[in-house]
């Protein structure tokens, strides 16, 4: 440690009963960083200035609520130092206790040792979070509340500060990468961030901790794919294949020999194999294992920090109350006028998305062509893997800009909403702005799993775009190996940009920001000398610590929405569609291994304090989690039943291959490709309308037919019964895989009980002795009326005996 980090440690400390930053309250025992709330504005020299009497104003509000303000001015910034007395918080905490949700954290205890006071105090959690509620609920006499006035620029910023010391433990214990591997202080998270914290970095560990299964079997199945790589007759027949190809565009792409293509049949085996079923499956009761085991993780720690049954709206009105005793309750409202705007404007929203897919399968058809012509014969040999790259790389560039719009969207279709709590517009603006990503992100996925080399027609009657470009075809091998590069460059690319820009942008900004702070710092250096603790310290001295967390990035309400949506997005690439990317489960887990201490070090250090929220849950968030478990039962059933050769491998194995006769000598999948192609020829009028004679010719050789993937009719290219056949064992497939996991889900869930039976005891056992408490109590009271109530009697009595007596003796 060096000098300025121990000087930054003994900042607050008391010597001699006194501190360099003590002034900064009325009475000295209170440091600097006890104050609640900071509030900066500019300075305003002009009186008369409409934004000068809206400040006063505003802290003479506060004032009347008994809040205590302190302002220091410094350069041209005025900054306020709010504090709230004891009474607001006695308010809030019995409150709480009389509440129907929130009263067994009222039982809690919310006192606890203030190490600089010496006595015993509210936690600075608590108070941040009142304060917070009573700063943004003070209203001008012209209704204009704290929001308003900060996009007025009445006010320039408002935050609440650090803590030194818990900071500096946060950073020794979590907060630095060198602790990547070790456990998440999340009580200590808790007190010092809140709740809300807390448990999205619990429910991040805990995702994270069970994602080293997945990634195990994951491994187990490419390697699977891997140790049959050159013994798998599939690649054998493709990479020893003299089978002619159809070409792939219509100018400038001639036919191909089968062979050609064989490092792409290498790759598409070791993603589509016997293993990705298994994979598939295991994937999905994974997803219902996860959300189990972190209930019951969840219900052990909101147990022990006693808000088991805490409501947020609940919370919500006793802020309220707490503010202002004579409030009226925000009554529930429905319009049916509203709801149906929402949902057409959101609608419409979805729209826009899939059309923007549209527009990339159009760019990568488009690219593709224009390639395939390219002089470079690299580029024309690959031009589908190249227009496939540069579709995915397309994909995140329109994801990035769509986050913004999707962000816009949301909150002002919650503002057509009129939610009547935060709680609740929290909730709508997190569904909202879910499903906008999520169709802006499998959007691309969905047409390359489903539709790639479905649609596209057949030599003689292609599908084309504007009359002019052929759609995109499938290889022969299959799809599969498009939608896993798809994924991979889209998961890769998300997770490392993502990560660098998250880190990098705040750390830059923080160091510009710095630079400032140590040069107000500068100014000052006597502070550190004994003689200015003695005597009354300068504006510097006070305002160092408010100055440090000014210079801070800012947050809001959206910032732990931002990491939550974030990891979710994560955990539907994890699960949906994980057929074609075994590997992605294993990406995550690394990505997660940095991403925790890349968010503790965004926090703690390079950004400001955000408000401590109380909760109990993630929130909506845990229906969103459950809605993608569903989804990802379908999506793997459809993928495998329909995107992969798995069926109709199986359908050759048993019925149409070498072994459905009983032959044995050979290789059951010996002929596969050449059964799953048919055959064009050149001589037919249709298919001349397509293919040139000159694009037949391949080495020298002139062709006058080509094959290409189908189950069609080599005369009249009609659908034969093979293609019925297996598409009505594809939806079988797709119905019985689907019923066999949900089954399988519902079972893991009823077997694995929500709560442990230990948080069952422990609520059990503290209900029972809060009931024998108040029991007691009750009993106390009475016992002091009764005694009251004789004590009243006696001293009558005796009053009036000695009236008697005294009369006695006049008379």
């Not at 900066?40 to 200035?49: G, L, S």
């Not at 565009?249 to 298994?278: I, M, P, Q, R």
């Not at 400032?516 to 250096?525: N, S, T, V």
């Not at 004679?693 to 080509?706: A, E, K, P, R």
Request: charged letters at 25%; a neutral charge; proline letters at 3%.
């Amino acid at each position: 440690m060096n000098s300025q980090e121990a000087m930054e440690l003994d900042e607050g400390r008391p010597e001699d009963g006194n501190s360099c930053s003590e002034p900064l309250m009325a009475w000295n025992m209170y440091s600097p960083r006890i104050y609640d709330y900071v509030l900066v504005a500019d300075k305003v020299d002009d009186k008369t200035e409409p934004s000068y009497k809206k400040q006063e104003a505003f802290i003479e509000q506060l004032k009347g609520k008994k809040m205590q303000v302190n302002d220091v001015v410094h350069e041209e910034k005025v900054f306020y130092g709010i504090r709230a007395p004891k009474e607001i918080f006695e308010k809030y905490k019995y409150l709480l206790k009389v509440s129907d949700a929130c009263n067994w954290s009222g039982e809690q205890g919310l006192l606890e040792l203030d190490e600089d006071v010496g006595s015993e105090d509210f936690p600075q959690s608590t108070r941040i979070r009142v304060v917070h509620f009573v700063l943004h609920h003070t209203f001008l006499n012209s209704g204009e509340n704290l929001s308003e006035l900060l996009e007025q620029k009445v006010f320039d910023s408002m935050f609440c500060v650090h803590e030194r010391k818990k900071q500096k433990a946060l950073k020794r214990l979590w907060a630095r990468w060198t602790a990547v591997f070790r456990n998440q202080p999340i009580d200590e998270i808790r007190v010092y961030f809140g709740e809300k914290v807390a448990l999205y970095y619990l429910w991040l560990g805990c995702y994270t901790y069970l994602l080293v299964p997945a990634s195990v079997v994951g491994i187990i199945i490419f390697l699977y794919g891997l140790a049959f790589f050159q013994t798998s007759p599939l690649i054998t027949e493709v990479c020893e294949s003299d089978i002619i190809m159809c070409p792939r565009c219509d100018k400038g792409c001639n036919a191909w020999n089968l062979s050609d293509t064989c490092a792409y049949a290498k790759v598409n085996h070791l993603f589509d194999n016997e293993g990705t079923v298994a994979f598939a499956m295991f994937m999905a009761i994974w997803a219902t294992l996860f959300f189990e085991f972190w209930k019951r993780h969840r219900s052990k720690y909101v147990s022990k920090w006693k808000v088991f049954n805490w409501c947020e709206e609940e919370e919500e009105m006793i802020l309220e109350v707490v503010n202002d005793e004579k409030c009226k309750p925000k009554e529930y409202h429905h319009s049916y006028w509203r709801t149906t705007l929402v949902l057409a404007l959101s609608t419409l929203l979805l729209v826009v998305i899939i059309g923007l897919t549209h527009m990339l399968v159009v760019t990568r058809v488009v690219a593709a062509v224009q390639l395939a012509e390219a002089e470079w014969d690299f580029v024309s040999e690959y031009a589908d893997m190249c227009a496939m790259l540069i579709g995915a790389v397309l994909h995140y560039v329109t994801m990035q800009v769509m986050s913004k719009v999707n962000k816009a969207a949301a909150l002002k279709l919650c503002e057509i909403e009129n939610c009547r709590s935060f709680a609740a517009l929290e909730k709508s603006f997190t569904v909202k702005m879910f499903t906008f990503q999520f169709f802006t992100l499998f959007s691309s996925l969905i047409y390359i799993a489903f539709f790639l080399g479905r649609i596209n027609g057949y030599p003689g009657n292609y599908v084309r775009l504007a009359g002019k470009w052929r759609l995109e075809e499938c290889h022969p091998s299959g799809c599969l190996t498009d939608l896993f590069i798809q994924m991979a460059v889209i998961l890769v690319l998300k997770q490392t940009v993502n990560n660098i820009f998250e880190f990098a942008v705040p750390w830059f900004k923080r160091c510009l920001k710095r630079a400032k702070a140590k040069k107000l710092e500068r100014k000052c250096g006597h502070c550190y000398r004994k003689a200015c603790r003695k005597e009354d310290p300068c504006d510097v001295c006070k305002l160092r610590d408010w100055i440090r967390n000014y210079h801070l990035n800012d947050v809001n309400a959206f910032s732990l929405f931002n990491e939550f949506l974030e990891m979710v997005l994560q955990f539907s690439f994890t699960t949906i569609f994980v057929a074609a990317f075994p590997l992605a489960p294993l990406l995550a887990f690394i990505n997660n291994l940095f991403e925790i201490r890349l968010d503790a070090i965004k926090m703690v250090s390079l950004e400001r304090r955000l408000v401590p929220q109380k909760t109990n849950d993630i929130g909506v968030w845990t229906k969103v989690l459950e809605a993608i478990g569903v989804l990802a039962v379908i999506a793997n059933g459809l993928v495998i039943g329909f995107s992969t050769d798995f069926i109709p491998r199986l359908a050759y194995q048993y019925r149409y291959g070498p072994c459905a006769n009983g032959t044995t000598d050979i290789h059951c999948m010996t002929g596969y490709i050449n059964d799953t192609l048919a055959t064009a020829y050149v001589t037919d009028e249709k298919v001349r309308s397509d293919f040139s004679f000159q694009q037949m010719v391949v080495n020298n050789v002139n062709y006058t037919h080509c094959r290409y993937k189908d189950y069609r009719s080599n005369e009249d290219q009609s659908l034969t019964p093979k293609f019925w056949f297996i598409l009505a064992i594809r939806f079988a497939f797709v119905v019985l895989f689907e019923h066999v996991v949900v089954m399988c889900k519902f079972i893991a869930a009823w077997f694995i009980p929500d709560n442990p039976t230990s948080v069952k005891n422990s609520r059990l056992h503290d209900k029972l002795q809060r009931l024998k408490d108040e029991l007691k109590g009750q009993k106390h009271h009475n016992a002091m009326s009764d005694g009251s109530t004789e004590n009243f009697a006696f001293q009558f009595c005796s009053s009036s005996a000695s009236s008697r007596l005294a009369t006695e003796q006049k008379g």
